[in-house]
Nanobody, 123 residues
Framework: QSQLVESGGGLVQPGGSLRLSCTDS????????IGWFRQAPGKEREALLC????????TYADSVKGRFSISRDNAQNTIYLQMNSLKPEDTAIYYC????????????????WGPGTQVTVSS
């Protein structure tokens, strides 16, 4: 059974970088779109970026534009979220999710979710 799993989270100082990974144990990730989302304490989960099967990319959160990027490594069957210039307000649980349709900020379009990985930005 296919399962998404995020990794790469941890504690980082403000201004630092992290790269999160999302892997799928069942399907080839080239066949669908993957979105990255996050949920900060006391806040609703928000859509960040998405990459579709044809390499098209979308950014939904203004707060991460110019700092976060999404990419795909087909050989590793992995989607990455590169996070640079991290700020304390980036502290959250980060999730990747799969949709068989197309990229969207609408979370109900995503049918499978990973368990999440914690990112903490603090000095």
């Amino acid at each position: 059974q296919s399962q998404l799993v995020e990794s790469g989270g941890g504690l980082v100082q403000p201004g630092g970088s992290l790269r999160l990974s999302c892997t799928d144990s069942g399907f080839q990730m080239t066949y669908y779109a993957i979105g990255w989302f996050r949920q900060a304490p006391g806040k609703e989960r928000e859509a960040l970026l998405c990459i579709n099967s044809s390499e098209g990319k979308s950014t939904y959160a203004d707060s991460v534009k110019g700092r976060f990027s999404i990419s795909r490594d087909n050989a590793q069957n992995t989607i990455y979220l590169q996070m640079n210039s991290l700020k304390p307000e980036d502290t959250a649980i980060y999730y990747c999710a799969r949709t068989w349709t197309h990229c969207s900020a609408y979370q109900n379009n995503f049918g499978s979710w990973g368990p999440g990985t914690q990112v903490t930005v603090s000095s």
